[in-house]
């Protein structure tokens, strides 16, 4: 058997998953091969390591402090599912919001321009002059039109 | 999945509103559930109090069980679900994770009560002490699919069809955490085995 299939193995050797034939020649190879059996020490070894740690035991009463909170209501996960989409509706909201404002802004201006343009023409005596109308100089002087 | 799995026989009388069920369900898997969320997120207290609102959860989802799975596969899937929503709201408010590290601390300082493992040398102790930081803050660094593989293979012995219904993913992908994972646990304890 090859070391990289034996090393391929490791996770199976440590979870039990090898039949007795490959388990055989797993341990067959390992007597062999120094590299390998390092490689393996090292592989099961942290696995046999984390077994030293034992947990902690549950605090007396734990169940029936437990069945006392059966009557709560539950935690609410505050819609961690509509959290972020939420968020994003109110980003594109205001964006919206304040791009309609900036668009509104500007209609208004642009119309207090016209207005006033409009009040400039109708005190514009040269514009009943078929002679101004016609080559439009005089308009061109008056830089708000 | 039929009714001489004794889990599921309780699971069906909590169904019913059997309360001294859900009693007997908690005695059996109160350790495997505390310890699980401990592994994930190192706080004794809060580890305790997320595994009441797992079994408020089974409670509550008794109307709907349907015993398809073994019972500690779907107790595990809500487990993890409870770590993940843990960690979601750490993000949300890193300030409180900041006080939940604070482990209580009894006078010897030796923290949480752990079982005796009848050690009597104190440096030995402490030495061993240590190591179990060492071990457990070396899990909790995994990635979270990893971290739930590991503990569930190495700490519940469920296995990778478990694990995987569990994560929602393959048997395949499920061994590929465990290598991934045992190939960095590996390599972050080097030098303590």
Known sequence: MSCQRVRNQFDARLDGRLTASEQAAFDAHLIGCADCRSEWGAYSGVWQMLGRDEGIEPSIGFAERTLRRLNEPPVVVHGWAWGRPLRWAALAASIIALGVGAWSRHERMLDQKRAEVYARMRQADYLEDYDVIANLDKLKEDHSL | MTSSDPDVTLMLRVRDGDTEALRELIERHQRAVINTIHRAIGDAWE???????????????????????????????????????EHRRRNRHPADSLDALQEPRDEDGAGWQAPDSNVRDPAQAAVERE?????????????????????????????????????????SATKSLLHRARQTLKEKLRGYY
């Open chain 2, 47 to 85: 580890a305790e109090d997320l595994a009441q609102r797992v079994f408020l959860q089974v409670y509550r989802s008794s109307k709907r069980y349907k015993p398809t799975a073994k019972f500690t596969t779907w107790l595990f899937t809500i487990t993890r679900n409870t770590i993940l929503n």
């Open chain 2, 131 to 171: 190591l179990q930081e060492k071990i457990t803050q070396a899990i909790r660094e995994l990635p979270e699919a990893q971290r739930t593989a590991v503990i569930l293979c190495r700490y519940e012995g469920l296995s990778y069809e478990e694990i995987a219904t569990v994560l929602g993913c393959s048997v």
